[in-house]
């Protein structure tokens, strides 16, 4: 699995903490969009958990989701409405009032600054990430190298100064990828070359070594040649030097059996 989409399912955190752990064991899932759904800071803080032994996902998109909790009675605001309030009157009424969990905001700074750096693409865009999230992102993008966009809106709370960090810090990130790949590129070039190089370095030493063969057997098969040649003049030296002995041995005896006729004729006068 590349690509899981569940956008506007409804979901809530009991599953967003199910898919924080299917993060943490998956390594082949390289988007996740989890836009319009009912997630929280318990959610986030199981997705920030995941991160940090997953090297693969790269581009998180959680859109539209209360990421720092929803809005809920001030524990001040309920006090302050308890003594304005007359005796036997009708009790005042509460202005709810944001108080934000920053737990999985910090969780997701946290891990994006000392941990993962496969993440590229982050978009919080409509989460309520508030002025202090936007501190924390800040914060967390001058150690973070590998994200290159991240998404938020001005809607969320975010200082004007930390919008400014934050593009700052993109742009160093994308200028230093841009680096990367063109440092890449030249790096393979370069192995190329070398490559190249070696492989025409073994081409001329074969070639050497095959000329070098040749050579030998050429002069091995002349001194065949050679050895062969005085081998037969050798032999024929040797089979005339024979039939000289055989034809002088031959002609002694017949000058020996001469000799002897001549004797036995002249005892017989």
Same mark, same amino acid.
């Given at each position: 699995?590349?690509?899981?989409?569940?956008?506007?399912?409804? #979901?809530?955190?009991?599953?967003?903490?199910?898919?924080?752990? #299917?993060?943490?064991?998956?390594?082949?899932?390289?988007?996740?969009?989890?836009? &319009?759904?009912?997630?929280?800071?318990?959610?986030?803080?199981?997705?920030?958990?995941?991160? &940090?032994?997953?090297?693969?996902?790269? $581009?998180?998109?959680?859109?539209?989701?209360?990421?720092?909790?929803?809005?809920?009675?001030?524990?001040?605001?309920?006090?302050? @409405?308890?003594?304005?309030?007359?005796?036997? @009157?009708?009790?005042?009424?509460?202005?709810?009032?944001?108080?934000?969990?920053?737990?999985?905001?910090?969780?997701? $700074?946290?891990?994006?600054?000392?941990?993962?750096?496969?993440?590229?693409?982050?978009?919080?865009?409509?989460?309520?990430?508030?002025? $202090?999230?936007?501190? #924390?992102?800040?914060?967390?993008?001058? !150690?973070?190298?590998?994200?290159?966009?991240?998404?938020?809106?001005?809607?969320?709370?975010?200082?004007?100064?930390?919008?400014?960090?934050?593009?700052? @810090?993109?742009?160093?990130?994308?200028?230093?990828?841009?680096?990367?790949?063109?440092?890449?590129?030249?790096?393979?070039?370069?192995?190329?070359?070398? &490559?190249?190089?070696?492989?025409? +370095?073994?081409?001329?030493?074969?070639?050497?070594?095959?000329?070098?063969?040749?050579?030998?057997?050429?002069?091995? &098969?002349?001194?065949?040649?050679?050895?062969?040649?005085?081998? +037969?003049?050798?032999?024929?030296?040797?089979?005339?030097?024979? !039939?000289?002995?055989?034809?002088?041995?031959?002609?002694? !005896?017949? #000058?020996?059996? !001469?000799?002897?006729?001549?004797?036995?004729?002249?005892?017989?006068?």
């Amino acid at each position: 699995m590349r690509c899981l989409d569940v956008i506007g399912c409804g #979901l809530g955190d009991d599953v967003g903490v199910e898919i924080g752990a #299917l993060i943490r064991v998956n390594k082949g899932l390289k988007k996740l969009d989890l836009d &319009q759904n009912a997630f929280g800071p318990k959610t986030l803080a199981a997705i920030s958990l995941g991160l &940090q032994s997953n090297a693969t996902l790269q $581009t998180l998109s959680i859109e539209h989701n209360r990421l720092t909790g929803e809005a809920q009675y001030s524990p001040a605001a309920v006090a302050a @409405a308890a003594d304005e309030a007359e005796p036997g @009157a009708t009790k005042a009424p509460v202005k709810e009032e944001y108080l934000p969990d920053l737990t999985g905001i910090a969780a997701l $700074t946290t891990t994006l600054k000392e941990i993962n750096r496969s993440l590229s693409s982050l978009n919080l865009f409509q989460t309520g990430v508030t002025d $202090t999230g936007g501190h #924390l992102l800040a914060d967390a993008l001058m !150690e973070n190298t590998s994200l290159t966009s991240v998404l938020l809106s001005s809607n969320d709370g975010i200082s004007p100064v930390d919008f400014v960090s934050i593009s700052s @810090a993109l742009d160093r990130n994308i200028s230093e990828n841009e680096r990367r790949v063109i440092d890449g590129k030249a790096e393979r070039a370069q192995a190329r070359r070398e &490559q190249v190089r070696k492989e025409m +370095e073994e081409t001329a030493k074969s070639a050497n070594e095959a000329e070098e063969r040749w050579i030998q057997n050429e002069k091995d &098969q002349r001194k065949r040649v050679r050895d062969d040649a005085e081998f +037969e003049t050798y032999r024929k030296a040797r089979l005339a030097a024979l !039939e000289r002995e055989n034809q002088e041995k031959l002609r002694k !005896e017949r #000058l020996k059996a !001469e000799a002897e006729e001549a004797a036995k004729k002249a005892k017989k006068k």
